[in-house]
């Protein structure tokens, strides 16, 4: 028990280590989103607030589940292509077809940060699909839970 | 606790401040209040410390709960984890819930205790619900979103459901922490005071151990080197710091130790005195007169040996007996000793002898003022049994000079002073001088000769006819005792009879006399009679009748035949004694003739009285009555009264003519003399008994 504690310790911290190794080479994701509109958290709050705009977090669902902007639905985008503006969608996987039917609706996407090409990858995709009101609110889970914004888990 | 002990003046002896301290509590008391105090004091602290051994346990096990609550946690976070790898296996499943129930069942075990706890354990329903939800998943798998969210969902529970735990567990071990530190610090402080108790019981067990060995030893050491030092007089002092049981040894030590001193005392006195009269006996006497002697040094004058000798003991001792004899004996001792002065010693010698060591005399006029203070003394009269006795003494006196060799000699130079004092009259005293040396000295040489010539043929007797008025007839012998002295030839009883009374011989002698007289006259034709002298110790000495009837009835002489002449001395002033002698003689039939009448002081008036049938007229009115005309008158008057009383008249010494002549003129009835006829050593009745014969 002890040992095996010690051991997952040692996996748990031997990851965040490798995953920091890999963020500080990970390339942000563009400033401008042609056809929608790059917002802050702090507009994504008024949105919230306003009721209106259907919040999609693009992430793992192990980290939705471990917390998200209250009332995002769980839209994980399975991301295999490159961190470009010029990704291959082919290579990856994005249930459109779980977002509302209505193009209208405003749609806000986020997944970890500027760092998270997910979510701007799935409001590319959602613009392609034909949706008019696309938000990327590029500073994602990091920029809310650090301005302390509302957290629903 | 031995405060109390210390308290005393440290110039005090410490056996004194011992005996001078007020009672204070008892060791006994002392130690049981101690221990008392002491138990309960332990007992309180062990209890305490129980109870506190009591909240650490529960302080441990929450803190254990707490460790276990911590654990689990995380191994809930593992187990999830294996969930979703597993895609729901079941011991993964099993695995959760039982990590489920250990968390909800530690949490409600800690929540009793822990207030901050208990307010956030709420959490925990939300968490129980997410793991619920995982587990609810028709599907568990890390590619199924819902799981991935139900899991991330979990995990997020679980981080911020781990900081209260580990807060809880913080806490749990800060309580146990300080309950396990007050546990010890009472568990501690109990055993110290067990120990205390324990050392307080070793002291104590030592103490008492010690105090009934004898405590302190030092006054119990005191006593007993007095004790062995002699010093028995006091008694034990009796201390409430000693035990009872040494002190009373010590006691009963002292005790037998002074009665056997006592018994020894009365060994040595009785071994040195004599039992009855309580003087010095005979030898430690003579150890104590040679001691002195020695220490005298030869001085003269400082040193009297006074040899003492009751006069008339001997006739108490016979006449009232034994016990009566001692009696006097103590009285005698009683008045001596009062006579004594400091550092002189009394003694006695043997029956009615006493000796007495008289220091630092002054002289011959001390010692003749001591003498005369003691027959002074003994002169008075003692009442034995109610009766008044009177016992006189005679003292001689030795003073110790030059001359003297050693004590024995002392002690015999004292004892001729003694015979010269008795023979110059009882009731005297005489101090040695060399002359009296040869004459006692002769004096006792005869004694001994005498004593020892008794029952040989040394001691003889002569017979001397006597004659009828005619001067022709016979009529008898007097027997006349003369001793052959190998020395001195043929000696009268005049030269040794003194002698033979004052040495206690005469009773003997007369006794002989009377046998050999009686044995003699059987011999002789049958109306001779025998004529035997009798001295007054033998009339007084009470057995005289007793005597010749024995002797009369062994020869068979008829009493008629047995004269027996009594000096006219011994009847001046008779005793009761006497008279009744005299009588008894009498009534056997036995002659009592007077002997040596006309000498010296008789009483006319007792002539009647007594029973004498014949006077023999002494030999010096004989004598002169040849020459002196008034001497014949006397000779005459003598026969008339004689006549008138019916009694027989005999004259002594007719030696001439001249004086037969008279005699028969005067009508005497019978007559002796060397004229008619001399003592001879036997008698010869068978020849002629003409006057001028004679029977030698």
Not at chain 1, 35 to 55: C, D, K, M, P
Not at chain 2, 8 to 14: G, L, N, Y
Request: charged fraction near 25%; glycine fraction near 10%; charge should be negative.
């Amino acid at each position: 028990m002890q040992r095996a504690f010690r051991t997952l310790v040692a996996l748990v911290v031997g990851t965040t280590l490798l995953s920091t190794a890999l963020a500080g080479d990970k390339p942000q994701t563009p400033g401008q989103l042609a056809g929608g509109e790059v917002i802050s958290v702090e507009r994504g709050q008024a949105l919230v607030a306003e009721g209106q705009a259907v919040f999609v977090d693009t992430r793992n669902p192990l980290n939705f589940g471990k917390g998200h902007v209250p009332g995002a639905m769980a839209l994980a985008y399975r991301e295999k292509s490159a961190y470009a503006d010029d990704f291959d969608a082919g290579l990856d996987q994005f249930a459109l077809e779980r977002l509302p039917g209505d193009k209208q609706a405003p749609l806000v996407f986020y997944s970890d940060g500027p760092t998270g090409w997910k979510s701007y990858k799935a409001a590319v995709l959602a613009i392609r699909a034909g949706y008019a009101r696309v938000y990327y609110m590029r500073g994602g889970w990091a920029q809310w839970e650090a301005a302390g914004l509302p957290v629903e888990r | 606790m031995e405060s109390a002990t210390t308290v005393a003046p440290p110039d005090r002896p410490r056996a004194e401040s011992r005996a001078l301290r007020p009672p204070a509590m008892s060791l006994r008391a002392k130690v049981g209040f101690g221990a008392l105090a002491l138990t309960l004091i332990s007992f309180l602290l062990l209890t305490l410390a129980w109870s506190s051994m009591g909240r650490m346990e529960r302080a441990q096990a929450r803190s254990g709960s707490a460790n276990a609550l911590l654990v689990s946690g995380e191994m809930l976070l593992r187990t999830a984890g294996e969930l979703m790898l597993t895609q729901g296996s079941l011991s993964a499943r099993n695995g959760s819930l039982a990590v489920a129930r250990d968390i909800e069942q530690h949490l409600t075990e800690l929540s009793r205790t822990d207030a901050d706890l208990s307010r956030e354990a709420h959490r925990w329903s939300a968490l129980s619900a997410q793991v619920d939800a995982l587990l609810s998943n028709r599907l568990i798998d890390v590619t199924d979103d819902d799981s991935l969210i139900a899991y991330g969902r979990l995990i997020q529970g679980i981080e911020g459901f781990m900081p209260v735990v580990r807060d809880a567990k913080q806490r749990a071990d800060q309580a146990a922490d300080v309950a396990l530190h007050q546990a010890a610090a009472w568990l501690v402080s109990g055993l110290l005071g067990l120990t205390a108790l324990g050392a307080l019981a070793g002291l104590t067990l030592v103490k008492m151990l010690d105090h009934q060995l004898g405590g302190d030893p030092t006054l119990a050491c005191e006593v007993a080197q007095r004790i062995a030092s002699g010093e028995l007089d006091p008694p034990v002092p009796h201390s409430n710091d000693y035990p009872a049981s040494v002190m009373a040894a010590l006691e009963h030590v002292r005790i037998r130790l002074l009665e056997r001193r006592a018994i020894e005392e009365r060994v040595r006195f009785l071994a040195r005195h004599d039992v009855l009269s309580g003087a010095l006996n005979r030898g430690s006497f003579n150890d104590l007169l040679g001691l002195e002697i020695d220490r005298a040094g030869g001085g003269a004058g400082e040193l009297a040996v006074l040899y003492i000798d009751l006069d008339k003991f001997k006739e108490v001792n016979d006449t009232l007996g034994h016990a009566q004899g001692d009696e006097v004996i103590r009285q005698t001792s009683r008045r001596l000793r009062e006579l004594l002065r400091r550092g002189d010693h009394l003694a006695r010698l043997g029956g009615d002898e006493f000796a007495i060591i008289a220091h630092q005399v002054n002289g011959e006029r001390d010692i003749e003022h001591l003498c005369q203070r003691i027959i002074e003394s003994l002169t008075e009269p003692m009442t034995v049994s109610g009766r008044a006795i009177t016992i006189g003494a005679s003292i001689g006196v030795a003073i110790l000079d030059a001359t003297v060799a050693d004590q024995e000699d002392l002690l015999h130079k004292a004892d001729l002073a003694m015979y010269r004092a008795k023979a110059n009259g009882r009731g005297g005293y005489s101090i040695y001088d060399e002359a009296l040396d040869g004459s006692l000295r002769e004096r006792h040489e005869l004694v001994r000769e005498l004593r020892g010539a008794i029952g040989t043929d040394q001691l003889c007797l002569h017979f001397q006819p006597i004659f009828g008025a005619d001067a022709q007839q016979r009529i008898g012998y007097e027997a006349l005792l003369r001793w052959r002295h190998p020395r001195r030839g043929l000696l009268p009883p005049s030269e040794f009879m003194p002698l033979a009374e004052d040495s206690g011989l005469t009773e003997s002698i007369g006794d002989w006399v009377l046998q050999h007289a009686c044995d003699t006259a059987l011999r002789w034709p049958d109306p001779l009679l025998v004529s035997v002298n009798v001295s007054a110790a033998q009339v007084e000495g009470g057995r005289l009748a007793e005597r010749i009837a024995h002797v009369l009835a062994g020869t068979g002489l008829p009493p008629g035949r047995l004269q027996l002449e009594i000096a006219e001395s011994l009847l001046i002033d008779p005793q009761e004694s006497v008279t009744r002698t005299l009588e008894a003689l009498s009534a056997q039939g036995v002659g009592l003739a007077m002997d040596n009448f006309g000498s010296g002081r008789s009483s006319l008036g007792l002539l009647w009285q007594l029973h004498f049938r014949k006077l023999k007229i002494d030999r010096r009115i004989v004598a002169t009555a040849a020459t002196d005309p008034r001497a014949e008158r006397v000779i005459e008057s003598i026969v008339s009264l004689a006549h008138a009383l019916g009694m027989r008249v005999t004259a002594e010494g007719v030696e001439v003519d001249s004086q037969l002549s008279r005699v028969q003129a005067s009508r005497c009835d019978e007559m002796q003399g060397f004229l008619l006829g001399r003592p001879a050593p036997d008698a010869h009745p068978n020849g002629p008994t003409t006057a001028g014969a004679d029977p030698a």
